[in-house]
């Protein structure tokens, strides 16, 4: 098994940090941007995208800022990968910012990673009218 690539981004939101923390913590919030619905039972947070469905841990969740979840097939397979979602606020001028955190198999699937990503918060920034 070959160590996987752990990559950030680092996407400036124009928000508030409750409504941001609101849009990538809870159900609700995320259907409406990362996935089609999402369901949640015993912090295994499942995914809905057409048909099909991902389920991923909640490993931690710091009010106001930030959570991070594990893939399941990654968690059992004993994979030291997750994927956070961090925000920042710039103490000089306010901005907020939202920081990526994930990890690829490989340097093209890093690649692939980053501009889901970039699109996702495309879409999350429409949705809070950013």
Request: net charge negative; proline share 1%; glycine share 4%.
């Given at each position: 098994m070959s160590e996987k690539?752990?990559?950030q981004?680092?996407i400036?939101v124009?928000?508030?940090?409750k409504v941001?923390?609101?849009?990538?913590s809870?159900?609700?919030g995320l259907?409406?941007w990362?996935?089609?619905?999402?369901?949640?039972?015993?912090?295994?947070?499942t995914?809905?995208?057409?048909g099909?469905?991902?389920?991923?841990?909640?490993l931690?969740k710091?009010?106001?800022e930030s959570i991070k979840?594990q893939?399941?097939?990654?968690?059992?397979?004993?994979?030291?990968?997750?994927f956070?979602?961090l925000?920042?606020?710039?103490e000089?001028?306010?901005?907020v910012a939202l920081i990526?955190?994930?990890?690829a198999?490989?340097?093209?699937e890093r690649e692939?990673?980053?501009?889901?990503?970039?699109?996702?918060?495309?879409?999350?920034?429409?949705?809070?009218?950013s």
């Amino acid at each position: 098994m070959s160590e996987k690539i752990k990559y950030q981004l680092e996407i400036e939101v124009k928000s508030s940090t409750k409504v941001l923390y609101n849009m990538i913590s809870t159900p609700s919030g995320l259907s409406e941007w990362f996935s089609d619905d999402v369901n949640i039972k015993n912090d295994v947070f499942t995914f809905l995208w057409d048909g099909s469905e991902e389920e991923a841990k909640l490993l931690a969740k710091r009010k106001g800022e930030s959570i991070k979840f594990q893939w399941m097939e990654d968690f059992e397979e004993g994979e030291k990968t997750y994927f956070e979602l961090l925000i920042k606020v710039d103490e000089l001028t306010n901005d907020v910012a939202l920081i990526i955190t994930d990890f690829a198999d490989d340097e093209d699937e890093r690649e692939e990673g980053e501009l889901l990503w970039t699109n996702q918060i495309e879409t999350l920034k429409k949705t809070i009218g950013s």
